[in-house]
């Protein structure tokens, strides 16, 4: 099992470009998760998914969106790239059970410049 | 104020020391407490968890809650440089809650 896959794991964009990051997990996880992650703020929620064809606003969701057409997959979109998203962005997934915490299994990471 | 309080460091000791990483919390329903470690350019990846008050212990780590502190550790006892790392606390308020309210992460050094 690959896990959480993040495609690509650099990019380096001009203010106002758009771009599409990509994640995948073989795990048949329910819930997916979008993070950013920057020094000294730990990780920011951005959206998350409990399921096929829903999503939900997290902690920071402005100037993203998301789609989650199949279970697997999860796409974060940047309409209009900003310096502020400057950012790691992480991918996470996970699944509900009984008696335990949502364990949350990560991606590698993407590193996105905006110049 | 931030509803997890982490000191992101670093925090520098020698190889076989006792290391202490903390987080304090203001929401006083936090009930599921996690420990995430995070390697340099890789994701985080859960080391342990404890639920509600009390210790856990796994190997070389013991977790510990204080609810009436409001105060979470985790101890690593024979720190070795593998240990290196960013260790990150996490919190929810019931099993069901997929959302997770995470510190800043402490940078932990072992020196050799």
């Known amino acids: 099992n690959a896990g959480v896959t993040q495609t690509p794991k650099f990019r380096v964009l001009k203010t106002g470009q758009s771009m599409t990051l990509l994640c995948a997990q073989d795990?048949?996880?329910?819930?997916m998760y979008w993070y950013r992650q920057d020094p000294g703020m730990g990780l920011r929620l951005i959206h998350y998914?409990?399921?096929?064809?829903?999503?939900a606003k997290g902690e920071v969701p402005d100037g993203y969106n998301v789609s989650r057409l199949k279970k697997q997959n999860f796409l974060l979109g940047l309409e209009s790239a900003a310096p502020s998203q400057t950012s790691v962005y992480f991918c996470?997934?996970?699944?509900?059970?009984?008696?335990?915490?949502?364990?949350?299994?990560f991606g590698p990471g993407t590193r996105l410049t905006v110049l | 104020q931030k509803e997890v309080e982490q000191d992101p460091g670093p925090l520098s000791v020698p190889e076989g020391a006792i290391v202490s990483l903390n987080c304090t919390y203001s929401?006083?329903?936090?009930?599921?407490f996690m420990w995430y470690r995070q390697y340099s350019r890789k994701g985080p990846e859960l080391l342990m968890y404890?639920?509600s008050s009390g210790n856990k212990e796994d190997g070389r780590f013991t977790a510990q809650v204080d609810k009436s502190s409001k105060y979470i550790s985790l101890f690593i006892r024979d720190s070795q440089p593998s240990d290196s790392a960013t260790y990150l606390c996490?919190?929810?308020?019931?099993?069901?809650?997929?959302?997770?309210?995470w510190g800043a992460g402490t940078k932990l050094i072992i020196k050799p």
């Open positions: 996470a997934s996970s699944y509900s059970k009984r008696g335990g915490p949502i364990e949350q299994f």
């Open positions: 998914s409990v399921g096929e064809g829903t999503t």
């Open positions: 795990m048949n996880h329910e819930y």
């Open positions: 929401n006083s329903a936090f009930q599921y």
């Open positions: 404890t639920y």
């Open positions: 996490a919190m929810s308020v019931t099993v069901s809650n997929y959302q997770l309210i």
